[in-house]
Nanobody
Framework: VQLQASGGGLVQAGGSLRLSCAAS????????MGWFRQPPGKEREFVAA????????LYADSMTGRFTISRDNAKNTMYLQMNSLKPEDTAVYYC?????????????????????WGQGTLVTVSS
């Protein structure tokens, strides 16, 4: 599966952006897709994940309430709606995918747990 992330850019604090992650082929129903981000000089961190079948979602505690992950099965595309952006949200945002090991499993939050990665899209939030 090849992933293409897009939608990053420069936004003022308090603004919104929607990131997209397009898959090159139909995403299997047993896949989990996720968003990670890597702030300048820091390690990559988990943002959110979604089960392709059913749409169950999981968020990092610090993202709950401001970020919303979703997917469009027909377009093979995942989204990350980011609202009330803060300067500390500045990072390269990556999308990732992996098959889930067990039916209903979603709790994949580690970088090494994902098999496929997009190239990243830069989000810069100015104060």
């Amino acid at each position: 599966v090849q992933l293409q992330a897009s939608g990053g850019g420069l936004v003022q604090a308090g603004g919104s952006l929607r990131l997209s992650c397009a898959a090159s082929q139909r995403t299997p129903n047993n896949y989990v897709m996720g968003w990670f981000r890597q702030p300048p000089g820091k390690e990559r961190e988990f943002v959110a994940a979604i089960r392709w079948s059913g749409g169950n979602t999981l968020y990092a505690d610090s993202m709950t309430g401001r970020f919303t992950i979703s997917r469009d099965n027909a377009k093979n595309t995942m989204y990350l709606q980011m609202n009330s952006l803060k300067p500390e949200d500045t990072a390269v945002y990556y999308c990732a995918a992996r098959p889930s090991l067990y039916s209903g499993s979603l709790y994949y939050t580690g970088v090494t747990e994902y098999t496929y990665w997009g190239q990243g899209t830069l989000v810069t939030v100015s104060s």
